[in-house]
């Protein structure tokens, strides 16, 4: 790969990044690191157990148990013995956690109508092709093709 090709790719992550505030210290005006909103996403998927959350989201379990501490002490997320498994205990969201994950997702969608709201459908389906077209390319080049775990 050419110099000149690895910096457009990270001219690309940096406009990204930029365009969408991923490096707020809040997600989306909320009490929330992206992270910790991620890990709330995840739960709410159905990935229950810390060590799926470690692999899925490729963190150290140091850094993992400190975040679920957070949202433990905040009331958004409860660990529960797994019925099926005695030994082990299940993540999910509590009331307030749907409340939030609520808010992050209305808040996201209003994102992306404020990005892209004002683009033609032509133009919205130019973008759209482009995005997929990223989406499998990186996929196939890095090996990550869960679709269900892409935001």
Do not use: C
């Not at 001219?11 to 991620?38: C, G, P, Q, S, V």
């Not at 890990?39 to 989201?57: F, H, K, P, S």
């Not at 892209?116 to 759209?128: C, V």
């Amino acid at each position: 790969m050419r110099a000149s090709d690895i910096y457009r790719i990270r001219e690309f992550d940096r406009f990204y990044t930029r365009i969408l505030k991923l490096a707020d210290k809040y997600h989306l005006n909320t009490h929330l690191t992206l992270l910790e909103a991620r890990v709330l996403i995840e739960v709410n998927r159905g990935v229950g157990q810390t060590a799926e959350l470690t692999q899925l989201l490729q963190l150290d379990k140091g850094y993992l148990s400190r975040i679920l501490k957070k949202l433990e002490d905040t009331g958004l997320v409860v660990r529960q013995k797994d019925e099926r498994d005695r030994r082990f205990k299940m993540l999910r969201l509590t009331a307030a956690g749907e409340r939030a994950l609520a808010t992050i997702d209305n808040r996201a969608d209003e994102q992306v109508i404020r990005l892209f709201g004002n683009l033609s459908d032509d133009e919205l389906q130019r973008l759209l092709a482009a995005m997929a077209r990223i989406q499998a390319d990186v996929g196939a080049a890095t090996g990550v093709t869960d679709p269900g775990h892409s935001d």
